[in-house]
C-alpha cells in the first residue's frame, strides 16, 4: 500500500504567522500523499473577546453556544482554513480547503448532555474518505479545519486531535498511514521543565504508569488517547512533537505503540 502522511497542527504554530510559514514548507516538501488538519488558535477566542462574547471553559473545554458556533465557523473554515490553503498554493502546493460537511466527509451528532452541555459539539458518528481518496490520486492535498456536520443542516465544533485520529484510521483501510501530531513541545515530557526530556517511546504500559506519577496528564491525557485510539485501529505510526520530525527523524519526539 502506498504511505500516507496525516498530520495535525496546533493552535501555537497557527498563532505565530512565522512559526506557520515554516511549518507550511515542511508539509509542502512531504514527497506523496498528505492530509492536514487544524483547529483555530487563538483567533476564535480574540474575536469572541470583540465582539464583546464572553469565552465560556469547563475544565479547558469551550462550550459552544449557536454565537461561538458562529465564531468558530467564521474562524476555522474561513479565515484560518482559507489562509493556509492560499499559503500552501504561494508554495506549489495544490491544496482544498475542507469542512466535514464537504463531501460528506465526517458526519458527527451533538455530544450528549450529561454533566456537562457542551453545545454544538460534535462527536464524530462516521467518516467517509472517498472524496478525500479521489483528490490524493490526483495529488491534491486536503486541509481540515475542525467543524463538522450533523446531516440534518447543523455544522458542530469538533475537536482537531480527534477528527486527526478519525480520519487517520478511515484512510489506514487504503493506505500505510501514519499521524503526526505537531504541537509546542518535542514530544511527551518527563520533566515539564526540561525541554528535552522527552519520552521517546510510550506504550499502553507504560503510559498507565505515567498517568499514574502525574507525568502526563491535563491537555495531555485526551492527546494521548487519541494517540492510542489511532494505533489500535489500523494507524501504522503515531508520534508527537515538534514538525521537525517530519524531515529528520533524528529529532527527538514521542513514538505511541501498543
Not at 504541537?183 to 519520552?199: A, P, R, Y
Amino acid at each position: 500500500m502506498e504511505q500516507l502522511k496525516v498530520i495535525k497542527i496546533g493552535g501555537h504554530i497557527i498563532n505565530d504567522q512565522q512559526a506557520l510559514d515554516d511549518f507550511l514548507t515542511t508539509f509542502t516538501a512531504i514527497k506523496g500523499p498528505k492530509v492536514l488538519i487544524h483547529g483555530g488558535g487563538k483567533v476564535a477566542t480574540e474575536l469572541a473577546h470583540k465582539m464583546n462574547l464572553e469565552v465560556k471553559m469547563i475544565d479547558g473545554r469551550r462550550i459552544t453556544d449557536s454565537e461561538t458556533l458562529d465564531i468558530a465557523t467564521m474562524v476555522y473554515a474561513g479565515k484560518v482554513n482559507k489562509t493556509i490553503v492560499a499559503k500552501l498554493q504561494a508554495k506549489k502546493c495544490n491544496a482544498i480547503g475542507f469542512t466535514g460537511a464537504d463531501g460528506n466527509t465526517i458526519l458527527s451528532k451533538k455530544r450528549d448532555v450529561e454533566e456537562v452541555d457542551f453545545g454544538y459539539v460534535g462527536d464524530v458518528v462516521k467518516v467517509d474518505t472517498e472524496i478525500v481518496e479521489v483528490l490524493l490520486s490526483r495529488k491534491r492535498t486536503p486541509v481540515f479545519c475542525a467543524i463538522t456536520h450533523d446531516g440534518h443542516g447543523q455544522l458542530l465544533n469538533t475537536n482537531a486531535d480527534t477528527l486527526a485520529a478519525e480520519l487517520a484510521i478511515e484512510l489506514a483501510k487504503n493506505y500505510e498511514t501514519e499521524l503526526y501530531y505537531c504541537f509546542e513541545k518535542k514530544g511527551v515530557l518527563q520533566n515539564i521543565t526540561d525541554e528535552d526530556s522527552v519520552i521517546k517511546n510510550i506504550n499502553l504500559e507504560n503510559y498507565q504508569d505515567l498517568k499514574s506519577q502525574g507525568i502526563i496528564a491535563d491537555g495531555m491525557l485526551p492527546k494521548m488517547q487519541n494517540c492510542f485510539y489511532a494505533i489500535q485501529n489500523g494507524v501504522q505510526k503515531v508520534c508527537v512533537g515538534l514538525p521537525d520530525m517530519l524531515q529528520n527523524s533524528n529529532s527527538l519526539f514521542t513514538t505511541i505503540s501498543n
